[in-house]
């Protein structure tokens, strides 16, 4: 399994940014994917979750409604498109999936600030 997340940079407030995550090594369509992120000095959270169809989504509360999850199961790579970026949305975002065990990429900065 590898997870090669990209799309990470530095953006203002109130920018955007959208996040790759390159799959391979398992059947990605068969494996719901998941968006963390983790900020220094915090433990690592769950952004956003979707299923293996991408019908089903779920979000961390602080980021519904300007977070979008999304995947393309012909490329084997999941999304996350970040609008109405916030300070506090800075962190190192990982992608993950849950195959008998957890397995993480290596994350990709992202950095909001003025």
């Known amino acids: 399994v590898q997870l090669v997340e990209s799309g990470g940079g530095l953006v203002q407030p109130g920018g955007s940014l959208r996040l790759s995550c390159a799959a391979s090594g398992f059947t990605f369509s068969r494996f719901p994917m998941n968006w963390y992120r983790q900020a220094p000095g915090k433990e690592r959270e769950l952004v956003a979750g979707?299923?293996?169809?991408?019908?089903?989504?779920n979000y961390l509360d602080s980021v519904k409604g300007r977070f979008t999850v999304s995947r393309d199961n012909a490329k084997n790579t999941v999304y996350l498109q970040m609008n109405s970026l916030k300070p506090e949305d800075t962190a190192v975002y990982y992608c993950n999936v849950i195959i008998l065990r957890r397995y993480w990429g290596q994350g990709t900065q992202v950095t909001v600030s003025s």
């Open positions: 979707l299923s293996s169809a991408g019908s089903s989504t």
